[in-house]
């Protein structure tokens, strides 16, 4: 018996690494490529380099138009949290506490979501934003990407809303407080890990969005990172080194993001956050 959960254990290990391997490997591989000239990374793809070309990455980092790319996804990606977590809020909050005709139905609606990628709209879509006027607008981004968004998020949201008590709302209201009062004062505080998890989920969804801002921006005023990196990649195509540092450097920002808030998205996924 010892000995099968020493097998079963080091195969696991073996499975963790392996898996690790294949996220690390192209990103370290990446990181010392941009260190590199292309003429080098040719002739010596997989070496160290034999000179250390740092101005690849200071001479993006010294370049105003990274740090505005990086500026516009930050608030696109801010707006959208914004958005999809306030209204997922308040709709899951009244499929989760109140109960009405038609209310599975309204639910089912919303997880049929789920099933339409992006895509399937960009054409309707792309109409109705000419319409109201909002390309070229960063409104043009935030409010699609709310939509799309708040399926998933109310999937949570209201799953995690029926695990609180219901005596807590009914002391809350024998107390004199109101429905709005419960549901900003007391429900959305102790609905933090969720709300943490969604806002998370839903940073990350705006900031690798790539598509979306192509089809809105046609300038560089609002263009954001994965567009910044796309048409980087074809002003200089050639420099392959230069392109990695650029791709390097356009990851940081998400990386870091999720380094700090990979406990809070597991933390209200395993708080109850998908009971259904």
């Known amino acids: 018996m010892n000995a099968r959960r020493a097998v079963r254990g080091l195969s696991l290990h073996a499975v963790v690494w392996l898996i690790g ?34 101005g690849n990455y200071t001479g993006i980092l010294g370049d105003a138009m990274f740090w505005r790319q990086i500026a516009n996804s930050t608030l696109i990606a801010v707006g959208t949290a914004c958005c999809t977590v306030g209204a997922a809020a308040m ?32 054409l309707p879509l792309f109409l109705m934003l000419r319409t109201f006027g909002l390309l070229d607008n960063p409104l043009g981004v935030i409010l699609p990407q709310a939509a799309f968004g708040l399926p998933m998020t109310i999937v949570i949201l209201r799953g995690f809303f029926r695990t609180i008590p219901a005596e807590i ?69 050639t420099d392959y080194a230069l392109v990695l540092a650029y791709v390097v450097l356009a990851m940081v920002p998400a990386l870091a993001f999720y380094a700090v808030a990979e406990r809070q998205l597991i933390g209200g996924l395993t708080a109850g956050a998908t009971k259904g």
């Open 91 to 122: 709709a899951a909050f009244v499929l989760a506490r109140y109960a009405f005709r038609g209310r599975e139905l309204f639910y089912a609606l919303f997880t049929i979501g789920l099933m339409f990628p992006f895509t399937v709209a960009v």
């Open 21 to 54: 391997a294949f996220v690390a490997v192209p990103l370290v591989y990446a990181v010392v490529s941009g260190f590199k000239s292309t003429g080098e990374l040719t002739t010596n793809p997989f070496g160290l380099p034999a000179r250390w070309k740092i």
């Open 169 to 237: 709302e009914e002391a809350a209201v024998m107390d004199g407080c109101g429905r709005f009062r419960f549901f900003w004062t007391i429900l959305l505080p102790m609905a933090r890990p969720a709300l943490g998890t969604v806002s998370v989920l839903a940073v990350v969804a705006s900031w690798n969005n790539f598509f979306l801002p192509l089809l809105v921006f046609t300038g560089p005023e609002w263009q954001t990172i994965p567009v910044g990196v796309q048409q980087f990649q074809g002003q200089y195509s």
